[in-house]
């Protein structure tokens, strides 16, 4: 089983639509959780951390259930600039310097 | 806004020939990273560094693989003899904490020839 498995995609949306990622990781001591944006060929983005309670930021959701070692990320009112690939990354407790990816889900939002 | 830079955006090289990325992390950073994303594959880690050593690295980091930190601001990364299959992207990346959020850079695209 993949260490981080998300949604293959890719997801082709229209702009105002709300639009939802999910993502399993396998690693039971998985400690920390992060959604990063990656637009083509340039550098991961720190989207947001995840917490167990959940957390927002604007539009965007995060959600964290330790016991089905689930992530999810939910974008609302989605806009053109949100088309990226999103990429789910865990980072291990006895493992606190690496990050491990997803292969990432494609977003296009479409006007 | 602070952020992690590298040096080149693109580099190409000979196969067997040695390549140096540069990097220079975020000045309050302590933790160092490199990682890198093949075509059209996932990103991968290669190597942390923390207190001028090693801390972890993956088994793509083999012995032609080298990390430095020549002096207060740069984070190198050598490939001793590339090849073929190590043309990628390269990011670097760097974190305050071990646990702490990773802020990445803008990466080095290698090919080798």
């Known amino acids: 089983r993949k260490e981080v498995e998300q949604d293959p995609g890719p997801f082709n949306v229209p702009e105002g639509a709300t639009v939802a990622f999910n993502c399993t990781y396998s690693?039971?001591?998985?400690?920390?959780f992060f959604w990063y944006r990656q637009d083509c060929r340039k550098e991961p983005k720190l989207l947001m951390s995840?917490?167990?309670s959940g957390n927002e930021d604007g539009r965007f959701t995060a959600q964290l259930n330790r016991a089905s070692q689930y992530i999810s990320l939910l974008i609302r009112d989605s806009k053109l600039s949100d088309s990226a690939t999103y990429l789910c990354?865990?980072?291990?407790?006895?493992?606190?310097?690496?990050?491990?990816f997803g292969k990432g889900t494609l977003l296009t939002v479409n006007p | 806004e602070p952020e992690v830079t590298q040096t080149p955006s693109h580099q190409v090289t000979q196969m067997g020939q040695e390549v140096i990325l540069r990097c220079v992390p975020i000045?309050?950073?302590?933790?160092f990273y490199w990682y890198r994303q093949i075509l059209g594959q996932k990103v991968e880690f290669l190597v942390s560094?923390?207190?001028?050593?090693?801390?972890?690295k993956s088994e793509i980091f083999d012995d032609q693989f080298s990390v430095e930190r020549p002096d207060g601001s740069n984070f190198t990364l050598k490939i001793r003899s590339t090849k073929l299959e190590d043309s990628a992207m390269y990011f670097c990346?760097?974190?305050?904490?071990?646990?702490?959020?990773?802020?990445f850079g803008p990466g080095t695209r290698l090919t080798v020839l």
């Open positions: 560094f923390y207190n001028n050593e090693i801390s972890e």
């Open positions: 000045s309050n950073h302590l933790y």
């Open positions: 990354v865990v980072n291990r407790r006895g493992s606190n310097y690496k990050l491990t």
């Open positions: 995840v917490y167990s």
């Open positions: 690693n039971s001591a998985s400690q920390s």
């Open positions: 990346a760097s974190s305050v904490g071990a646990s702490e959020s990773q802020y």
